[in-house]
Each structure stands twice: as C-alpha cells, then as structure tokens.
C-alpha cells in the first residue's frame, strides 16, 4: 500500500484561521515537509500540537532533489504532510513538483483547506469574482513585466497578482500604462493581519499612492477589460499602444498587428492610424 500525500493550508496571517484538522495532521504525519521548519515549529506551538513524524525542510532551493526522497516514503507507505509558510502549497509556493510527481506514480493527493490570500483578497476587493484567473507574481524586469501585462490587456476577468511592497508602485504605474490609468483595482495588504488595509481605486491613484512606500504581504486584484466593440478604439489610443510596444522593443509590424488583434480591428486601419500620426507630428 502506499501513504498520502496531504497538502495543507496555513494561516496567511491570523493563527486563529488555521483549520483545525491542520493540528491532526501535524501530529499524525510521519513526514513533515515544511517550507521553513522555524516557522513551522512555531505555528506547531501557537496550535498546541507536537509533529511526532520527521520534520524536514521543503523550499525552492531543495525542492528538486527532496522530490524523489518523499516520493520514496510515500511509496513506502508514509503520510507525508506538505506545508508552506502561508496559504496552499503549489500557489506561488513550493508543492506542485512533488504532486506532479506523486501523481505520476498513482500516489493518493488530498488536501486540508485552508485560508487563501487570492480568494480573501478577491472577496474584498468589491470587484467582480464571477470570473477571475491568478497571474501570481510578475517579472521583476521592467520590460519583460510590460510584455506579460500586454498579453492580458484584453482579458475580462478580474487578475489577481501577487507583488513585493518594494515593486508595487512599479507595478501599479506599469499596469495604469498597460490597462489604463482609470482601470479599477484594489491593493489588499497585510491581510487577516493587525494592520489589514484595503485600498481600492484606478490603478494611477493607487500608483501615486504607492510611490510614498508600502510594507507588507501584498495582493493586488484588477478589474478585467470591458467589453468594447472596435467602434470604441479611436485612432490615438490604437496609435498609443503601438508606441507602448515599440518603446519596449517590438518591431513597428509586429506592434500593429498585436494592437490590431487586441483592439479587434484590421491591421490596415493600425497601420493607416500610425501612418497619420506621423504626418501629423512632421
């Protein structure tokens, strides 16, 4: 028989919010693999709970070569817990290599619910959550974060991302740029924390406002692109975006035939569009 691999939920920012089957796993894991082991250990305290299986450690830096070591104990038999320092493993944190790989070797994946700081932050963001798909964490160079914002500047439904407070007023004036400096969004910091803000508004407020400093564990939530007919695109904004795309380092033709399928329009009506431009500034 093989074990089970449990992936479980860990408090984003009140310990309180822990589910209780957290601490039952804890203490009847055989194997405790853990983003940072102090940090579990202490959330283990705080719960009033002992993992009386191994404890070992589970990040980025070590997930490669551990993978096939837990895999060994679940084969062997082993209930393997797998937690992160907040959240659900897998989400932005380590976790899906070892389930792809649990799952390639018919080993039972099940999980412990738990807080979720994309979902908390869709809830209160007061944007719709009908429809919404996780981008997680953007580049950190400009340009390539520029080219990603650019592949979902048509999306309509709500975007979710995650970002560090030292990038954040970067971010938000690249996404004011990209989407439009009116585009709704909702900057949810801190979440479940003493000092929990929301602070919600165009993406060019919210980026003027970051630009004093932010600290803390950030969410950002953006409204998704409305629904417009070609109609709605004039000549100066498909000229714009032509110029966005050139600026960081598209070729003329490709800009306008990525605006073209953007705005939904005929490459012809871009390229007469910027051809004017032109005239008009000679």
């Known amino acids: 028989m093989t074990g089970t691999l449990v992936l479980a939920g860990t408090p984003i920012g009140d310990v309180q919010d822990a589910p209780p089957r957290l601490a039952e796993e804890l203490a009847g894991a055989d194997v405790v693999a853990a983003e940072d082991t102090r940090r579990l250990r202490r959330l283990a305290q705080a719960l009033g709970v002992t993992p009386k299986g191994r404890v070992v450690s589970y990040f980025e830096g070590n997930e490669a070569a551990r993978t096939p070591e837990l895999v060994e104990e679940l084969l062997g038999g082993a209930r393997v817990l797998l937690v992160t320092d907040a959240g659900m493993p897998s989400v932005s944190d380590p976790g899906y290599r070892l389930v792809a790989a649990a799952v390639e070797r018919d080993v039972r994946v099940t999980a412990v619910p738990g807080p979720s700081a994309v979902l908390t932050a869709l809830a209160l963001s007061g944007l719709p959550v009908d429809r919404f798909c996780f981008e997680g964490f953007l580049p950190r160079k400009a340009g390539e974060r520029l080219t990603r914002l ?25 996404m004011a740029e990209v989407f439009g400096a009116e585009r709704r969004a909702a900057v949810c910091r801190e979440l479940t924390k003493t000092y929990e803000e929301v602070r919600r508004g165009g993406l060019g407020e919210l980026a003027a406002w970051a630009a004093e400093g932010v600290r803390g564990e950030i969410t950002v939530v953006v409204e998704g692109a409305p629904e417009k007919g070609p109609e709605e695109v004039g000549a100066e904004e498909l000229v714009r975006r032509v110029r966005v795309r050139e600026e960081a380092g598209e070729r003329r033709k490709e800009a306008i035939a990525a605006v073209a399928a953007e705005a939904g329009v005929p490459k012809r009506e871009v390229f007469d569009a910027v051809v004017a431009a032109k005239r008009a500034e000679a």
């Open 150 to 174: 650019r592949e979902v500047a048509g999306e309509r439904r709500t975007l979710v991302y995650f970002e560090a407070p030292h990038r954040l007023d970067d971010t938000l004036a690249a």
